[in-house]
């Protein structure tokens, strides 16, 4: 595991509580309960601590209100590809090591799984917003690809752009469109492959929801790190490797696939939030 530390951006959590969540679940919990910004506050009013309602995880903090909220990651070789993966994330949450806490002894907070959706940072009230994988489109536009066996017969009858996807140059498709023009070119494109060749190309049609745009967003950085703006403030995605999952955190929960998360006094003094994944 690389002890050096990458910087991946920064977030701000204006309401003074950041969590730290499985992407699949954020637009749930209010049909579970209480909304996330309601349970992450009590949570880091004393404290901080571990949320889990049914399949919806999340970890809370109280952090400075008024200052962005630097993000690092150290990595570890992947045993699926030997490409760079998470290893410890680190978030500075602006606040000092309380005077009279041992700086040497982390303080637990609980443990997370890693979700195949991805994993959000980002302000508690901000994330109430959060509109998630089966949400409607934010903008009205949405994304249309297709890839498969037939990939370049299409694209010499349709054509379309070269649209970055996660590792490689690009699949064919286009972006930004209205969702009802996006709708009707994934039919036709559909329409034509089952006339002509019954099968062999897939075609998606993604709706500009926070899900969707946080896991475009980091479709070229090589830990699939994303930044958005949600309910105006910046958060940060990490969209995980398919192959690196399924080789060492796939069955999350129920397998002990879990992984801490704790408070730890940085080298200057400051409190820092760690995640920290553990090599194959």
């Known amino acids: 595991m690389s002890d050096v530390f990458g910087d991946l951006g920064s977030v701000r959590a204006p309401s003074g509580v950041l969590v730290l969540a499985m992407a699949g679940g954020i637009d749930y919990w209010p049909d579970l309960g209480a909304s996330l910004s309601a349970r992450a506050g009590a949570v880091a009013a004393a404290g901080g601590g571990h949320l889990r309602d049914g399949l919806c995880e999340a970890v809370a903090v109280a952090v400075a209100d008024d200052r962005p909220l630097p993000v690092r990651a150290s990595t570890s070789p992947s045993p699926f590809d030997e490409e760079p993966a998470v290893a410890v994330l680190e978030i500075g949450l602006g606040l000092p090591w309380p005077a009279d806490r041992d700086r040497s002894a982390p303080v637990r907070l609980g443990d997370l799984p890693v979700d195949p959706c991805g994993t959000v940072i980002g302000d508690a009230m901000a994330l109430d917003r959060w509109t998630g994988l089966e949400g409607e489109s934010d903008d009205g536009l949405a994304d249309v690809t297709y890839w498969g066996r037939y990939e370049e017969d299409a694209y010499a009858l349709f054509g379309g752009e070269r649209v970055p996807w996660i590792g490689v140059d690009g699949i064919h498709g286009w972006l930004d469109l209205p969702v009802a023009e996006a709708e009707a070119r994934a039919a036709e494109l559909s329409a034509w492959c089952e006339r002509v060749h019954g099968r062999g190309l897939m075609v998606a049609v993604d709706e500009h929801t926070d899900f969707h745009r946080f896991q475009r967003a980091g479709f070229q950085h090589p830990l699939r790190v994303g930044a958005i703006e949600v309910g105006g403030c910046p958060v940060l995605g990490i969209g995980w ?28 003094g400051e409190t820092l939030l760690r995640w920290t994944i553990p090599p194959a």
């Open 241 to 268: 490797d398919p192959g690196d999952y399924a080789m060492r955190h796939d069955g999350g929960r129920e397998h002990g696939r879990v992984y801490p998360v704790t408070l730890a006094a940085g080298d200057s």
